[in-house]
């Protein structure tokens, strides 16, 4: 019986295999697209890829049409020839010369390079910097509880704690108290502001303790409070060489008759300094419970 022109036809429900093989031509696509363009970028005629890579012109003609279905060892070959990472030419995103371009220039850099040029594109691309509030900088003179305090509000915020000192001593491979008679102060500075920037590039939230001089060096300074929330531990001369002393550390007093006149100048010579930080905590006569207190609540009012 022959079926009336008005009955419906049956629902065929949608292939699936339409989906992917629209799917795997759109891949293949991309695939060609990067292999042509980092072919272009490498300055290589296909003629000359072919002879590098060891795979046909016509092949490789079909490749970058996007009709080349091509196996993983012939990627390979290609990406060998190319100088880049087989990963950069499977991607299925979409891809320019200029970018791939980039992206070479970028594998020469060595890391502080890297960091330098993260830096700049962030401001290129006018993407948002880390919050500077999520790294505490502790400053102030020897004794003012930086180490302490520092390293409590790590554990408390559940954050990595550095000492730039210590980080100073392992990019120069040597003690601190040795590091100015080998190298000198310019060598010293220079790999504090090296640290600094390795710092600010690889943690975006911890607790920084800052040697005690740091805030005469212009140039670290404006660094270190343009990147970090900085926080003056304050205390007293008296109360400084009293901990420095309890410590163990006699650095301060061996052979210096005048030491605490000593002391009083450097800590009136940077005041003014210490002063720019974004706030002060007073630890004299407190209790090192009292001065953590005190310090998370200055940390929590930013």
């Known amino acids: ?37 980092a072919r272009n970028v490498a300055g290589l005629t296909r003629r000359a890829l072919s002879e590098a ?20 060892l012939l990627t390979r070959r290609i990406a060998l020839a190319l100088g880049v990472p087989v990963a950069e030419l499977v991607d299925d995103r979409p891809v320019t010369e200029e970018l791939l371009d980039a992206q070479r220039t970028l594998r020469r850099l060595d890391r502080e390079q890297l960091r330098r040029a993260q830096r700049a594109l962030r401001e290129v691309a006018g993407a948002p910097q880390p919050d500077r509030r999520r ?11 930086k180490s302490t305090l520092g390293a409590a509000l790590a554990r408390a915020q559940g954050v990595p704690f ?5 980080e100073i001593e392992r990019d120069l491979g040597a003690r601190l108290e040795s590091v100015f008679a080998l190298y000198g102060q310019e ?25 005690g001089s740091l805030v005469v060096e212009p140039a670290s300074y404006e660094f270190l409070r343009t990147h970090c929330f900085t926080v003056w531990l304050r205390a007293t001369p008296e109360e400084h060489m009293e901990r420095v002393i309890a410590q163990g550390d006699l650095r ?38 009292r001065s953590l207190s005190a310090l998370e609540a200055a940390v929590q009012a930013a």
């Open 1 to 37: 019986m022959s079926s009336s022109p008005n009955t419906k036809r049956a629902f065929q429900p949608p292939d699936p295999r339409a989906d992917d093989d629209a799917a795997e031509a759109a891949y293949l696509d991309a695939v060609g697209q990067r292999v042509r363009a």
């Open 53 to 72: 890579s060891g795979v046909s012109e016509r092949y490789l003609a079909q490749l970058e049409a996007g009709a080349g279905n091509v196996s993983m």
């Open 135 to 145: 790294r505490i900088a502790l400053i102030g003179l020897r004794g003012a509880g």
């Open 162 to 166: 550095i000492e730039v000192d210590r």
């Open 187 to 211: 060598a010293y500075r220079d790999a504090e502001r090296r640290c600094l920037e390795r710092i600010v590039a690889d943690d975006d939230g911890c607790v920084i303790a800052t040697g």
């Open 252 to 289: 301060p007093v061996r052979g210096r008759e005048h030491a605490m006149a000593e002391l009083r100048t450097i800590l009136a010579q940077r005041d003014r300094l210490y002063r720019l930080a974004d706030a002060t905590v007073d630890t004299s006569g407190q209790t090192v419970e």
